[in-house]
């Protein structure tokens, strides 16, 4: 028993080794997302208060004291960058989440009833046309901005992606022969999206969720540095970026640390993204 149990430990280890190097890309990207989702986490223990400011300490170089330096008000760089990786990650997954919920049910309606389709995707063809970032900014105009206005304002611009995407995939499965013998033989339309057609949608959404969620990254920064996103005294990346632009030729390091973060949450993301799609497309697996 002893043997065999030791074997089957083996086996099991050969089988995690090979699917880490068959997917080195997600085992990365998956790396460097948990140890910004661990900073972001402890962040009150190993970064100070975030708007607390010294006027004596103002536009300091980064040194043993202050590693990212401090901006124009005396307020240490590396804790608002550390505490923005608490605003980017929940606005990235926040808006993934209600992007790819939202656009799941309305996709599988459209794709399931032809008379939903032909209204409700002229509505998300109207959106698409706008660009979404001029799409958030006249949203986010219209009421009073806040972490929470923000996210909906991103995640609206993002709907009509999953949409589109869901709608594809419930097309092409609602023609496959057995989707058909089930609708003649009477059984139920809950039960045939249950279980015949929304999990051939999860491979697909999960994809989307993750390039969703960069993107809504993104768009936050490009908002904040615009003086349309969230609010000043919420240290997001892109609030950072903003108010360092001022002083970019005399302090740098202001842009410069929070920009790399940014940059680098993105590039883990889409290399998640990349990965599960090489692993969860069979078509791509199998020439793999």
Known sequence: MAALSEAASTALATRRFDWIRRNPTIVIGA??????????LIAPWIADDPLGFDPLERLRRPSAEFPF?????????????????????????????????????????????????????????????????????????????????????????????????????????????????????????????????????????IVQATYACASAILTEAGLSFLGAGTPPEIPSWGNVISLGRTYFQIAPWIIFFPGVMLAITVLAINLMGDGLRDTLDPRIARRM
């Open 69 to 205: 330096g401090t901006d124009e008000f005396g307020r240490d760089v590396y804790s608002r960058v550390v505490y923005g990786a608490r605003i980017s990650l929940a606005v990235g997954i926040s808006v993934a989440t209600i992007a790819t919920a939202a656009g799941l049910f309305i996709g599988v309606l459209c794709g399931y009833f032809r008379k939903v389709d032909n209204v409700v995707m002229r509505v998300m063809d109207g959106l698409m046309a706008i660009p979404p970032i001029l799409l958030a900014i006249a949203l986010i105009t219209l009421m009073k901005a806040s972490l929470t206005i923000v996210i909906i304002a991103i995640s609206i611009p993002e709907i009509p992606r999953v949409v589109r995407l869901v709608r594809s995939v419930v097309l092409q499965v609602r023609g496959l022969p057995y989707i058909e013998a089930a609708i003649a033989s009477g059984t139920r339309t809950r039960t045939i999206m249950t279980r015949h057609i929304l999990p051939n949608t999860l491979a697909p959404l």
């Open 31 to 40: 790396l460097i997302l948990g140890l910004l989702a661990t900073l972001a």
